[in-house]
């Protein structure tokens, strides 16, 4: 099942790219491997900035989450130092009807929206709580330094 679904979703980003965003296979002798890319959400301390994803398919894909992470430095409540992304749609709430291009749409949506109570980074969480002129700073400079 894995193979014929990752080959459906390469084509319907084919078709249907998602706005700020790019997935593909790292190569074609193996699809399960893909790199992505997410632009920074306007308005948002990641604007201007590229940032760059893996994703690993595993076997029983799609009923059994991709594993996403960041490859680029980014100061987030939700993303830590190692990449690992805080999205419950890669862990407890993953669904099988659910896309590589709605997992793309969910880390963008994130960026412009942090959940500070489910932080990776629990000093960028508090940060974001406590003084959210700081945080965009930090954050912006990170982008800058990290993101292009």
Known sequence: ??????????????????????????????????????????????????????????????????????TTRIYHPNIDSHGNICLDILKHNWAPSLTISKVLLSISSLLCDPNPSSPMDPEAAKLYQSNITEFNKKAREYTEKYAK
């Open 1 to 70: 099942m894995s193979k014929r679904r990752i080959m459906e979703e390469i084509k319907e980003l084919e078709k249907e790219p998602v706005v700020g965003c790019t997935a593909r296979p790292v190569d074609d002798n193996n699809i399960s491997n893909w790199t992505a890319t997410i632009k920074g959400p306007p308005d948002s301390p990641y604007e201007g900035g590229t940032f760059q994803m893996t994703i690993v398919f595993p076997r029983d894909y799609p009923f059994r989450a991709p594993v996403v992470k960041a």
